[in-house]
């Protein structure tokens, strides 16, 4: 049974940093490309950044570009969301997601597995 596991959101004041985690287990991490998505109240759910299963290539939403950092551990089956200079707009729920393949995909319905989510909340 896959499962996906989220950790590391949190309350925080505009500008600061958050670091979310994902661990996975009962799949092959390495040959998953992995991503993170959002869905702020009232609107849809949105592609963050993603990763090939290698770690070697990764895709940005432009709105993150520059202040958000995704990186992998296959020994430890986990991967991480480094989010620094946050704003506001950046609150939403975020999910970790995999989808069996080595090419990160944008939309949402191209990935297998998704984690319960973690509360991401920027305060002014």
């Known amino acids: 049974q896959v499962q996906l596991d989220e950790s590391g959101g949190g309350l925080v004041q505009a500008g600061g940093s958050l670091r979310l985690s994902c661990a996975a287990s009962?799949?092959?991490?390495?040959?998953?490309?992995m991503a993170w998505f959002r869905q702020a109240p009232g609107k849809e759910r949105e592609f963050v950044v993603g990763i090939s299963g290698n770690g070697l290539r990764t895709y940005y939403a432009d709105s993150v570009k520059g202040r958000f950092t995704i990186s992998r551990d296959n020994a430890k089956n986990t991967v991480y969301l480094q989010m620094n200079s946050l704003k506001p707009e950046d609150t939403a729920v975020y999910y970790c997601?995999?989808?069996?393949?080595?090419?990160?995909?944008?939309?949402?319905?191209?990935?297998?597995?998704w984690g319960q989510g973690t509360q991401v909340t920027v305060s002014s």
């Open positions: 009962g799949l092959t991490f390495s040959t998953y490309a």
């Open positions: 997601a995999a989808r069996r393949g080595v090419v990160v995909r944008t939309l949402d319905r191209e990935y297998e597995y």
